[in-house]
């Protein structure tokens, strides 16, 4: 009996759906006779169910899982293949920003159609956007790689972005949308800003107060290093913040905080990637009086946390002395190449522990790796009587002196892909 259902079922459901044919086939024959334009109304219907799948694929959170990976830089992204036929509009396209290139030199590097993408990057960073959006214009992958990547090497101050994105890119491999990722949550961000903004304004206050580019400097790079110990393991390491907050950061939140203090500082600093014996590395170059210097905080931090004292082996070199052991990236080899001396340490303030000096087991630069032998001459310190660092509190006030830097409490987060440091 059971069978006999069944069949009768499946009997009866052939006869249905060739009834529903001819009832629909007779209606597109009989159009016409209607004054009804057939292939106008097949139009309409593609198109309709196209833009409801665009909708569909708009209305989702989040872009799936990759296809395709951008890892040419610090910021690293995943995409996938998107239904293009129906975006939205362009949200906090950026038009409003301007960027002295002076300050911001990877963003003169880019094209016009890059730029405006990367004031809407920019601008979505800064709302905390965490949904899909779409571009301004679309870039192939590689110019989308080299535009987030500019964005984040201009701009230490959003140290709430992550290094991990999406983005969508449709049937021509052409990037249309872009979804970022942050390493603080939204509800902890102004607490975050608080904390970080108090130590940079009570840093940058404090270098100000020396009179030449030197000494501010100089100031800058003692008080992040006394601030900050070398941890590939610490939260949020490729930001600022886990340099002058955490006190524990890995190269890029040295470089990153170096580069942010002396811009409020009122000095040109650049961050830079490229490899440093053999590694991901990442160092600033910085202009003191009119002259363009490399200096690398992360390393000259580990060697003195070795040593017990502060030392300034990678402060203010040219290219022909870092270059045996660092080497710019591509993007980094377009900025201002570092040929003068006149600032070096050893010519303004005395002799340091030089590289010959140093035995770093291969270039793994951490904390304990090194052998130093003293060097023929005593280190000269910039300040006369050195004074032990203090705490900083939660609520410190911008005018401190130059004795009162120390690292302050733990933040939360944790970053995407790294510049670990070698």
């Known amino acids: ?146 535009t987030i990547n500019s964005v984040f090497n201009d701009h230490p101050e959003l140290f709430w972005l992550n290094t991990s994105y999406k983005y969508g890119y449709n049937k021509s491999n052409a990037v249309v949308q872009v979804q970022l990722s942050f390493g603080i949550s939204s509800d902890q961000l102004d607490s975050a800003k608080t904390q970080f903004n108090s130590v940079v304004d009570s840093i940058s206050t404090a270098a100000s107060a020396y009179s030449s580019d030197i000494e501010k400097e100089l100031y800058i790079h003692d008080a992040i290093c006394e601030l900050t110990t070398y941890n590939t393991n610490a939260d949020l390491n490729q930001s600022a913040y886990s340099a002058l907050v955490n006190g524990s950061t890995v190269c890029a939140g040295y470089a990153r905080a170096f580069q942010l203090i002396c811009q409020e500082t009122g000095l040109t600093c650049y961050y830079l990637t490229g490899t440093a014996s053999g590694g991901d590395h990442a160092w600033n170059i910085i202009s003191v009086d009119g002259d363009f210097y490399n200096v690398d905080l992360t390393w000259d931090d580990s060697i003195s946390e070795s040593y017990g004292s502060s030392v300034y082996t990678y402060f203010n070199l040219t290219d022909d002395d870092i270059s045996d052991d660092h080497t710019r990236s591509e993007l980094g080899s377009k900025l201002p190449a570092c040929t003068a001396t006149a600032m070096s340490y050893t010519n303004v303030y005395g002799s340091t522990v030089e590289k010959s000096d140093i035995d770093n087991n291969g270039g793994q630069i951490t904390e304990g790796n090194f052998t130093i032998n003293e060097p023929q001459e005593p280190i000269t310190d910039w300040r006369n009587e050195p004074a032990p660092f203090e705490d900083i509190g939660a609520g410190q006030t911008p005018d401190m002196g130059p004795d009162d830097m120390a690292p302050n409490d733990k933040g939360p987060g944790n970053m995407g892909p790294d510049f670990e440091g070698n």
């Open 1 to 146: 009996m059971k069978k006999r259902k069944k069949l009768s079922s499946f009997i009866k459901g052939i006869i249905i759906t060739f009834a529903i044919a001819i009832a629909v086939e007779g209606f597109v024959l009989c159009m016409p006779l209607l004054g009804i334009d057939v292939d106008d109304t097949i139009s309409y219907v593609t198109e309709t169910i196209a833009a409801a799948k665009g909708f569909f694929a708009q209305s989702t959170s989040d872009l799936s899982s990759g296809e395709h990976t951008l890892g040419n830089g610090p910021m690293e992204g995943t995409g996938t293949e998107q239904d293009s036929s129906s975006l939205d509009s362009p949200v906090n396209t950026g038009e409003e920003y301007t960027f002295d290139s002076t300050v911001y030199p990877y963003r003169a590097l880019l094209s016009s159609e890059e730029q405006a993408v990367y004031n809407q990057i920019y601008a979505n960073a800064v709302a905390y956007n965490t949904k899909i959006f779409t571009l301004v214009n679309e870039l192939s992958e590689s110019e989308l790689s080299e």
